[in-house]
């Protein structure tokens, strides 16, 4: 018999089962007639109540929205503040200062390694300038640009067009680079 009672005496919330099987039960046969009409008369009044409550709820709403523009305040502005605020929360959170703090860190690391890059490069290139392959490179450029400005320059006596000039200074520049005995002056005006 406690098991029966138990079991009317059930706290545990409705499944969907269960609650599938209590709309489609139908009491209205076990109600009486008085029953009947004070529920009838409970649904009218909660109705009532209801809708009295929207339209209460919809006249402070209005009255909000008037009381705000009175203000000054709009919907830009208001998000502007919440955002704001939400901004500043999250910049006082311990995670945010130890990330701040972490990224900080990194930049100021990367900074330092991208600086020593810099000085390592301009090192490089002072070495290299120096360098006797550089050396050489420069002294051909030279040999070219002084033999170039020979030729046009007129101290040939033959003088010659400037392609003529151009065509001889870059077969003088090919002979050169292709590891050719180098040629004196001389030879390189005669070309």
Same mark, same amino acid.
Not at 53 to 80: D, F, P, T, Y
Not at 151 to 178: I, M, R, W, Y
């Given at each position: 018999?406690?098991?029966? #009672?138990?079991?009317?005496?059930? +706290?545990?919330?409705?499944?969907? *089962?269960?609650?599938?099987?209590?709309?489609?039960?139908?009491?209205?046969?076990?109600?009486?007639?008085?029953?009947?009409?004070?529920?009838?008369?409970?649904?009218?009044?909660? !109705?009532?109540?209801?809708?009295?409550? =929207?339209?209460?709820?919809?006249?402070? /709403?209005?009255?909000?929205?008037?009381?705000?523009?009175?203000?000054?305040? %709009?919907?830009? %502005?208001?998000?502007?503040?919440?955002?704001? @605020?939400?901004?500043?929360?999250?910049? +006082?959170? &311990?995670?945010?200062?130890? *990330?701040?703090? &972490?990224?900080?860190?990194?930049?100021?690391? #990367?900074?330092?390694?991208?600086?020593?890059?810099? +000085?390592?490069?301009? @090192?490089?290139?002072?070495?290299?300038?120096?360098?006797?392959?550089?050396?050489?490179? /420069?002294? =051909?450029? /030279?040999? *070219?640009?002084?033999?170039? @400005?020979? @030729?046009?320059?007129?101290?040939?006596? %033959?003088?010659?067009?400037?392609?003529?000039?151009?065509?001889?200074?870059?077969?003088?520049? #090919?002979?050169?680079?292709?590891?050719?005995? =180098?040629? &004196?002056? !001389?030879?390189?005006?005669?070309?």
């Amino acid at each position: 018999m406690e098991a029966q #009672a138990q079991g009317l005496l059930e +706290t545990e919330p409705l499944q969907g *089962t269960d609650e599938d099987a209590v709309a489609s039960a139908d009491f209205s046969s076990m109600l009486s007639e008085e029953e009947k009409e004070e529920l009838k008369a409970e649904l009218v009044q909660l !109705e009532d109540e209801i809708t009295t409550l =929207r339209q209460v709820l919809s006249a402070k /709403e209005r009255h909000l929205v008037e009381i705000k523009q009175k203000l000054g305040m %709009n919907l830009m %502005n208001e998000l502007k503040q919440n955002f704001s @605020k939400s901004w500043h929360d999250m910049q +006082t959170t &311990t995670a945010y200062k130890k *990330t701040h703090e &972490t990224l900080s860190h990194a930049g100021q690391k #990367a900074t330092t390694a991208f600086s020593n890059v810099g +000085t390592a490069i301009s @090192k490089k290139f002072g070495d290299m300038r120096n360098s006797p392959t550089f050396k050489s490179f /420069e002294e =051909r450029v /030279e040999t *070219t640009v002084t033999s170039l @400005k020979t @030729k046009v320059g007129g101290t040939n006596p %033959n003088g010659g067009s400037f392609e003529e000039v151009l065509s001889s200074t870059a077969h003088a520049s #090919a002979q050169s680079l292709a590891g050719g005995s =180098r040629r &004196t002056k !001389e030879e390189e005006l005669q070309c």
